[in-house]
């Protein structure tokens, strides 16, 4: 694993409060409603956080087209503070698409605050050179089911101003 220069960095702002961005990374409930490419699904029973500093991210994610085609996730992190950073090395496995073979990442995720309650998100993996282009579209399509996500959050919290809508 390279760990001197990504081979990805994607950026991106959403239009919510950055507390609710970092909560999408680290609540299992909602990162099954947003994680992985267009179609895909997280099954809720496949996730496990334990996220702090020596910690760990799990989940397996199921292809849309081969359910046959299942991808498990490991993150052990490295670095946690609380809304504004998640660092450390994802390991990918299982059952994967032709022509990927199990790989290990260096990952860091970054919450920024904007304008106007916004929220930017920098992303930095240390990627076999051949995945950066795959992983980049794959974030891509994993961000426009976020960006429902949090519009869907948002106006749940409008509706019912006083009620929780994602648990703390």
Not at 54 to 76: C, F, K, M, S
Request: net charge negative; hydrophobic share 40%; no cysteine.
């Amino acid at each position: 694993m390279n760990t001197e220069t990504p081979q990805l960095a994607v950026s991106r702002v959403f239009d919510a409060p950055r507390q609710l961005v970092y909560r999408a990374f680290t609540d299992p409930d909602h990162l099954a409603a947003w994680w992985g490419p267009t179609g895909n699904s997280l099954p809720r029973d496949t996730i496990e956080f334990d996220v702090r500093p020596g910690g760990y991210q799990r989940w397996t994610e199921v292809n849309a087209a081969d359910p046959r085609l299942r991808v498990h996730v490991h993150i052990d992190l490295t670095d946690v503070v609380d809304g504004e950073l998640l660092e450390g090395v994802m390991r990918v496995g299982g059952r994967l698409q032709e022509g990927i073979e199990p790989f290990e990442t260096r990952l860091r995720v970054e919450f920024h605050d904007e304008a106007d309650g916004r929220t930017r998100l920098e992303i930095r993996q240390w990627l076999p050179g051949h995945l950066a282009h795959p992983s980049e579209e794959g974030w891509h399509q994993a961000f426009t089911k976020l960006d429902a996500a949090l519009t869907n959050s948002q106006a749940v919290a409008m509706n019912h101003r006083g009620v929780q809508v994602w648990p703390s």
